[in-house]
């Protein structure tokens, strides 16, 4: 499974990047805001950083603008995904950006019969939200399992990337499931390695290890 981070602040993005932890970025309009910078300099900055995809979301509704917008942010770098919304315009964007071999990322999808459509518009990855669906007492994660088996039964090559996660149980059952990829909060990834038995475990070692007096040379 590929993790991806899902921000735009570019002190957690190069840390986890040096910890090895990282395979891509997400961002999208909410996360530009929270960052307080310029999309084209912030998001530059993070392709700099980053080898894998970069998800740039357009903020245009209708086809024609949301390609001009799609193209302009492709120039930013050469692993720029172009992210564009679960709407009409937006697959029939996604269609004529990916005809043309850019990257894409269908997003806020909330039902298979949606990420069947980003499918067949040939999106690059489908971003189903677990999180907001959970927020509204649905099961997020039977979407996730649900667009596995129709992804699975027709072979389709867009990639599940498990989106809005929120906890550390939502990142192992995305995996579980099979999702392709998690993009998850900064704060979410480094909690993925905390146990507590971990902890008590390595602090009993150590304090084992000072009584022997010995140095490892
Ligand atoms: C995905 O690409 C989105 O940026 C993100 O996962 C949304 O998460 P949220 O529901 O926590 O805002």
């Known amino acids: 499974m590929k993790f991806f981070v899902d921000t735009a602040d570019v002190s957690d993005i190069r840390d986890l990047t040096e910890l090895g932890l990282i395979d891509g970025v997400t961002t999208n309009p909410s996360l530009i805001l929270k960052s307080g910078r310029d999309i084209t300099e912030v998001t530059r900055e993070i392709?700099?950083?980053?080898?894998g995809p970069v998800s740039a979301?357009?903020?245009?509704?209708?086809?024609?603008a949301m390609v001009r917008e799609g193209k302009t942010l492709a120039r930013i770098a050469p692993n720029i995904c172009i992210k564009l919304p679960l709407t009409l315009d937006g697959l029939r964007?996604?269609?004529?950006?990916?005809?043309?071999?850019?990257?894409?990322?269908?997003?806020?999808?909330?039902?298979?019969?949606?990420?069947?459509?980003?499918?067949?518009?040939?999106?690059?990855?489908?971003s189903?939200?677990?999180?907001?669906?959970?927020?509204?007492v649905m099961d997020g994660m039977e979407l996730i399992r649900e667009i596995r088996q129709i992804y699975d039964n027709y072979g389709f090559e867009t990639e599940i990337l498990a989106a809005s996660i929120r906890t550390v149980?939502?990142?192992k059952e995305a995996a579980l499931i099979g999702a392709d990829v998690a993009t998850v909060p900064p704060a979410t990834i480094k909690a993925l390695v905390?146990?507590?038995l971990t902890d008590k475990g390595?602090?009993?070692?150590?304090?084992?290890?000072?009584?022997?007096?010995?140095?490892?040379t």
């Open 128 to 136: 189903p939200f677990i999180g907001r669906l959970d927020d509204m």
């Open 57 to 64: 979301e357009v903020t245009a509704t209708e086809f024609e």
């Open 169 to 171: 149980n939502h990142v």
């Open 202 to 216: 390595l602090e009993q070692f150590l304090a084992d290890w000072a009584k022997t007096g010995q140095t490892i």
């Open 93 to 126: 964007a996604c269609r004529a950006l990916t005809a043309e071999g850019f990257k894409t990322n269908v997003t806020l999808c909330f039902s298979a019969n949606q990420a069947l459509l980003a499918a067949k518009a040939g999106a690059t990855f489908i």
């Open 47 to 51: 392709c700099s950083i980053v080898e």
């Open 194 to 196: 905390k146990h507590p």
